[in-house]
């Protein structure tokens, strides 16, 4: 049989065995146990970034244009010339750098404007101007005769600038549609179709200028020198500001013709003659017609 082990010998054996250490945590009152969630990160507008927000600059303007304005007439407002001075000059700035900032805001609403209108517009013009191009470098590709390379060479120089008169066309520019559709209604009979079908081919043979010509040219142009970019971005066509109009004031009802929902006697022995005679005129007529 085995023998059981002394008390003392148990003792230093467990004395000898490593322990896992255990850090405890402080308690801190006011604070859960469980794991921190992560905070979102602070949405920044995007005035901080470029300066001063819209409202700010307003503010401070509003308070400029007050402290100015009781710089004489109140005490303690009283500042010295050189004050008075960089008090001006920073509301001339905060004045300039508002308006620079509602003339971006109106020029990107503007362009979100065009943009969207004129969307599908170009996008059906620039498919349509990638498929006649691909069919005409596959008909190059064919061709052996001279004369008839030099004519498609050129027909493919010009569908290169309806490409890019339907990409770089001006964003701020009400847009003109290289391939319009013919506004007369569509008829149901066979002949119809067959006319729209042929207008239709016709138009995806129409060759040079096209849509807005003086457009199409500054387009052939830009391709030339570089400057297709500079094209689609231009500012000419963004509006200015709105003008504020004056409220007039309200012109003065006139009397009523009516008291309480009833026409006055005048009017009843008027409206009762109109509807005697126009009985008369009708049995007349009754008569006439079935004699």
Not at 88 to 104: D, I, M, Q, T, V
Not at 214 to 236: F, H, N, P
Not at 246 to 265: C, F, H, R, V, Y
Request: hydrophobic content about 25%; charged content about 40%.
């Amino acid at each position: 049989m085995s023998q059981k082990r002394k008390h003392g010998e148990s003792a230093d054996g467990d004395i000898s065995a490593p322990k896992p250490f255990k850090k405890h945590r402080t308690f801190k009152p006011g604070q859960s146990h469980l794991q921190p969630k992560h905070h979102k990160r602070p949405n920044f507008s995007h005035d901080d970034d470029n300066g001063r927000s819209v409202n700010a600059l307003k503010s401070r303007i509003r308070d400029l244009k007050r402290l100015l304005a009781h710089v004489e007439n109140v005490p303690k407002h009283k500042m010295s010339a050189g004050a008075r001075q960089e008090r001006e000059r920073e509301l001339e700035a905060c004045e300039h750098e508002l308006s620079e900032k509602l003339r971006g805001s109106r020029e990107a609403e503007y362009r979100k404007k065009m943009i969207r209108k004129y969307h599908q517009v170009r996008f059906f013009d620039r498919q349509k101007g990638t498929r006649i191009l691909k069919r005409l470098k596959k008909e190059l590709s064919t061709t052996e005769d001279q004369s008839k390379k030099t004519k498609i060479q050129q027909r493919i120089h010009n569908a290169e600038v309806d490409v890019n008169y339907a990409i770089y066309y001006p964003l701020m520019k009400p847009y003109s549609s290289l391939y319009p559709k013919s506004k007369s209604k569509k008829n149901d009979d066979s002949e119809g179709a067959d006319e729209e079908e042929d207008d239709r081919n016709k138009s995806d043979e129409i060759d040079g200028p096209k849509g807005d010509v003086e457009m199409w040219k500054a387009v052939e142009t830009a391709m030339e020198e570089g400057t297709l970019e500079k094209l689609r971005y231009s500012k000419d066509a963004v509006p200015g500001a709105p003008t504020q109009k004056s409220k007039k004031p309200k012109a003065k009802e006139g009397k009523k013709d009516t008291l309480d929902g009833k026409s006055k006697p005048g009017q009843q022995k008027s409206i009762g003659s109109n509807m005697y005679a126009a009985q008369e005129e009708d049995d007349e007529s009754d008569g006439g017609f079935f004699e």
